[in-house]
């Protein structure tokens, strides 16, 4: 079992950077491969990045490749997901989840999600 938690939403201008957060609790973390996804107004869930278990391999959608960093660190059993150069359209709720699938972009490979962190960028 695993339980994630999200922080470091917050309303920013276009162009700003922030740092999301998801800690997880559970002695077994780093046996999982871990994801961002989010959720805009009136859109479905999507995928943004996702981390293998050391953290050594990460992939990302087209939408924010070169923009956004995935990095975790097991020791403190937390993932990262570093914006830089953030868009309006990147304004969503966004949701860490855990796979033991690698590289997975589909939510539905997701056993364990966190409550979501809001993120929203102004223009």
């Known amino acids: 079992q695993v339980q994630l938690v999200e922080s470091g939403g917050g309303l920013v201008q276009a162009g700003d950077s922030l740092r999301l957060s998801c800690a997880a609790s559970g002695r077994t973390f780093s046996s999982y491969n871990v994801g961002w996804f989010r959720r805009a107004p009136g859109k479905e869930r999507e995928f943004v990045a996702a981390?293998?278990?050391?953290?050594?391999?990460?992939i990302y959608a087209d939408s924010v490749k070169g923009r956004f960093a995935i990095s975790r660190d097991n020791a403190k059993n937390t993932v990262y997901l570093q914006m830089n150069s953030l868009k309006p359209e990147d304004t969503a709720v966004y949701y860490c989840?855990?796979?033991?699938?690698?590289?997975?972009?589909?939510?539905?490979?997701?056993?364990?999600w966190g409550q979501g962190t809001q993120v929203t960028v102004s223009s």
């Open positions: 981390t293998s278990r050391s953290g050594g391999t990460s």
């Open positions: 989840a855990a796979s033991p699938k690698l590289h997975e972009t589909s939510y539905l490979e997701y056993n364990y």
